[in-house]
Nanobody, 126 residues
Framework: QLQLVESGGGLVQPGGSLRLSCAFS????????MAWFRQAPGKEREVVSC????????NYADSVKGRFTISRDNAKDTLYLQMNSLNPEDTAIYSC???????????????????WGQGTQVTVSS
């Protein structure tokens, strides 16, 4: 059974950095496109970034472009999100998600991922 477990959230001051991790438990991590989503209180869930199964392609929401970096280590079955220059608008629960794809070089910035983690809270406040 595929499981995703996020870690690395916490409280950080504006301008600070955090790195989130998502541990993939199951088979064939290298065949899954991965994404990070976030949901702030009172707002709809939004996709933050995605990365193809091969790691060759990445996409970002405009709100985080230039500040966040998604990456993966297929040898460690782990997905990462490096978040820099954080601001209070980044406060949310961050979740990772996985989607099996036949094409290993594509990821989709959309909601239709098959597997989800439980989320980790990120709070940006002084």
């Amino acid at each position: 059974q595929l499981q995703l477990v996020e870690s690395g959230g916490g409280l950080v001051q504006p301008g600070g950095s955090l790195r989130l991790s998502c541990a993939f438990s199951g088979f064939s991590f290298y065949k899954y496109a991965m994404a990070w989503f976030r949901q702030a209180p009172g707002k709809e869930r939004e996709v933050v970034s995605c990365i193809s199964a091969s790691g060759s392609s990445t996409n970002y929401a405009d709100s985080v472009k230039g500040r966040f970096t998604i990456s993966r280590d297929n040898a460690k079955d782990t997905l990462y999100l490096q978040m820099n220059s954080l601001n209070p608008e980044d406060t949310a629960i961050y979740s990772c998600a996985a989607e099996w794809r036949a094409v290993l070089t594509v990821c989709v910035m959309g909601p239709n991922y098959d597997y989800w983690g439980q989320g980790t809270q990120v709070t940006v406040s002084s």
